[in-house]
């Protein structure tokens, strides 16, 4: 097989606007992610991260969500890349094991600099990023992710490389070798979760893309199969038997940003805690108990099914957003899960104390949902009261995930809790206008 | 062990300029890196990046070799490391299996903006810079290469970052959290070799350690243990345990510039033919042939010896770089194994029709001899003759080599057949001088 020219061909040659479905997935996914940067917007990171793209220099040809400012188009797709994904706020997919978004999204987006109407070929170029995401996803297998590479960093730019190919209608021989390019560029690390370099990781995916399709574009020369064979991408980072049968396999027939589905987040902190925070809530709202009443807290997941939450005992807010025993913690002390309370801040010593009544459990005799998010995920909130009262409550799809989805009133709640109305509406418009000056504001 | 705390300690601490041989060592490499940029001075790939730089934009901070222009500091660093790589004319090192300089150097030479006066220091963070690519090689284990990734690339940027760290002494803090932020980003692929983006990759990490340690100095926040525990470099691109037994052991009592040393070439091609070419071309001093004369030709290795050699039938003598097969037949036809040799032009048919005599043999029953360079590396060019005659030649130690070293002398030609003498002459001077000023005359 010749997956790196036929992952070409099969992206070059589909249509994904025929899925109305996936259409309105892309619309929401923008607008979701627009919530999701400005959020950041005063994020610290960013500063920095700007001062750095000055001192180097560069054309103002793209603007920098909420910054006011316009960069170079590789340095705008880091940069907003970061900026979507600063806060864990972003959308994930779970064929991915990542965030798809926050490096297709800006990857496009700093394509629109040139005189070319696009149009809704710019929704479908972002499917098509978040197909090839996922297929990669499925195709690297589930060893990747444990050994500790960051599937949004090592897939995103070969993801977003398709995604650009599409916009652009690049040529299959331009787009074979440019995901090529993008291939060996490829890396991110686990070990950087809880980290300003997390997010910064899917920037820099973007940027690689950005840069791999113009290396293409230009005639430089590359290899033309790097998803291929011994030395190639798969065989280097995953499985490439495993790629072989599910890379391609009915590629164009459904969409992945439907099925199993880009899955928006409510709240600001990883994903794997979601099914947690869903039950602590639910169990506060049946049930009138104290902190002080809880004498034990035990979070029962699927074997693995926490290795996202590398944080057990995190100092500050933003370590928290890997950690389920602070969010149990959060909630138990009443307070809201909102972006307040994952920032820099150092978590008080009376919240740190009480997380140490937090357990994890792993039950591998517990038969998952058939439609759970991620698949054959679930978490278990038990507590154990002073009074030997005991209450449970199991969830298998969070709020947000496919199957238990945001309506886009729900998206527009999310915006309008990082921006004003009239900003908030004016990105529906764009969105709904679907050409590429309205995209571009939702980079204002 | 922390082993990246350790390591940042350690580089910050030790002073290579006692070792007055790693300084010559030193400064012959910086000669031979702007030797072997000069002569890619030409290269259409070298035109190709610096119009997509251009086309992005950037402070005119550092010239890039042998181009009249300056760039940003980032792309000055991509753009050097690349042309002193482009044409596999620039030094290796056995430890790394892979080029030091081609990443250290560009990385370094970007450092020298501002006001301060490194001085002799610029020297001793390239001997640093040698070092911690060399002791990351062992450390890494020999699969790291065996599986396809290219060590240039992927143990580069940290090399260079504890170079950039030791030349302008930032922190410990500052250098743990640059080395994570590097790791976190090293890349680069074998499947590439035989193309431009081969030593684009080595531009790559200079251009990645060049930005993370703008990171790291920035405050930006970042994992400060990235090379250690299951999730870190070493167990996810090599091996963990070697690393803990290898990386740090004497760091600072002699310097691995030294020993084993850099290897210079006097072929611009890949190393793992040198051997072959040194044997080829004196069996034809000393015996008496012509090509038609010529029945087979029996090239032996060690297994695994040839990885390198991914190329047996080039279409192109920028393929020919990386086929012993092209080598072997060039110095039958009684051609000079020179840089014309290795360019875009196809191979013509006669020879490569002559390429099919050639063939490829594993012997590891052969004791290697103890001072081989790579260790345990030999090849033997063996010819039969249509009249039943077969005459051989075994190397053990090519010319260039450490054990066989190229003088200063040596160097001098090499730099005088890529530019005029005068401008030979500077670059030896501004290395005699050693200041800030005079090392960029290396760029001019």
């Not at 589909?14 to 899925?19: G, I, S, T, V, Y």
Request: net charge negative.
């Amino acid at each position: 097989m010749e997956l790196t020219k036929q992952l070409a061909e099969a992206v070059l040659s589909a249509d994904p606007l025929q899925d109305q479905r996936a259409v309105e997935m892309a619309r929401n996914g923008l607008l979701d992610a627009a919530a999701s940067a400005l959020a950041a917007k005063e994020d610290e990171g960013i500063q920095k991260l700007m001062a750095l793209v000055e001192q180097e220099g560069g054309a103002a040809q793209i603007p920098v969500m909420g910054q006011g400012k316009k960069v170079s188009r590789q340095s705008a797709a880091m940069l907003n890349g970061y900026l979507i994904h600063a806060l864990d706020y972003d959308d994930v997919h779970s064929d991915v094991r990542g965030h798809p978004s926050a490096v297709i999204i800006p990857s496009l987006l700093s394509q629109l600099t040139d005189s070319k109407e696009y149009g809704d070929r710019f929704l479908a170029a972002y499917i098509t990023g978040v197909e090839v995401m996922a297929r990669l996803g499925e195709s690297i297998g589930k060893a990747h992710y444990e050994r500790g590479w960051h599937n949004t960093g090592t897939l995103g730019a070969i993801a977003a490389v398709c995604a650009i190919g599409y916009l652009k209608q690049v040529s299959q021989e331009e787009l074979t070798k440019a995901i090529g390019f993008a291939g060996a560029q490829s890396a991110g690390m686990r070990k950087q979760f809880g980290s300003d370099m997390k997010p910064l990781q899917a920037g820099l995916a973007a940027k690689t893309a950005v840069w791999s399709i113009d290396l293409a574009c230009s005639g430089f020369g590359g290899n033309d199969s790097v998803l291929d064979g011994a030395l190639g991408f798969f065989s280097l980072y995953g499985d490439q038997e495993l790629a072989e049968s599910r890379l391609l396999e009915g590629y164009g027939s459904t969409w992945r940003i439907v099925a199993p589905g880009l899955w928006f987040k409510i709240y600001p902190f990883c994903s794997a805690a979601h099914h947690a925070a869903d039950a602590i809530l639910s169990l506060m709202r049946e049930h009138a108990f104290l902190p002080e009443q809880v004498k034990q807290a035990d979070v029962v997941f699927p074997p693995g099914g926490d290795a996202a939450l590398i944080e057990r005992t995190p100092l500050t807010g933003e370590e928290g957003r890997f950690s389920v025993e602070y969010v149990i913690a959060l909630a138990i002390f009443g307070q809201t899960l909102t972006l307040d309370a994952f920032t820099k801040k150092t978590i008080p010593s009376y919240m740190r104390t009480w997380m140490k009544r937090v357990s994890r459990e792993y039950d591998q005799t517990i038969e998952p949902h058939p439609d759970a998010v991620p698949k054959g995920r679930f978490t278990i909130v038990k507590l154990t009261l002073f009074d030997g009262t005991t209450i449970s409550k199991r969830i298998d799809i969070p709020q947000g995930a496919p199957g238990n989805a945001l309506s886009i009133d729900d998206i527009m709640k999310k915006l309008n809790s990082v921006t004003d109305d009239s900003h908030a509406q004016l990105m529906l418009q764009a969105v709904e206008e679907g050409n590429d000056s309205s995209y571009l504001q939702l980079l204002a």
